[in-house]
């Protein structure tokens, strides 16, 4: 059992930067692929960012590609979304994933675990 707990949410004007972080629970972290999804109001929750177990790899939704930069810290049990340039249109609930899959299989919606989610809104 894998629990995931995110922080570092918030009220954001436009333009600015946030970093959440995703702490997770038990003694694999690092045999998880990790995401990042999102949900904003009346729509469906859509992947923003993905990293590979070891970290190697990772996978961007086109809307935040060189703006969002996800990495992970097998030490710490921690990943990370460093979210820069905000826009108003970032505003949703942001999920914390874990699964042992591929970016592949998350990307397809295979998911283990989730966490309970952080608000982020940012303002024009």
């Known amino acids: 059992q894998v629990q995931l707990v995110e922080s570092g949410g918030g009220l954001v004007q436009a333009g600015g930067s946030l970093r959440l972080s995703c702490a997770a629970s038990g003694r694999t972290f690092s045999g998880y692929t990790m995401g990042w999804f999102r949900q904003a109001p009346g729509k469906e929750r859509d992947v923003v960012a993905a990293?590979?177990?070891?970290?190697?790899?990772?996978y961007y939704a086109d809307s935040v590609k060189g703006r969002f930069t996800i990495s992970k810290d097998n030490a710490k049990n921690t990943v990370y979304l460093q979210m820069n340039s905000l826009k108003p249109e970032d505003t949703a609930v942001y999920y914390c994933a874990a699964d042992p899959g591929t970016i592949a299989t998350m990307l397809s919606g295979v998911i283990r675990y989730w966490g309970q989610g952080t608000q982020v809104t940012v303002s024009s």
């Open positions: 990293i590979y177990r070891s970290g190697g790899s990772t």
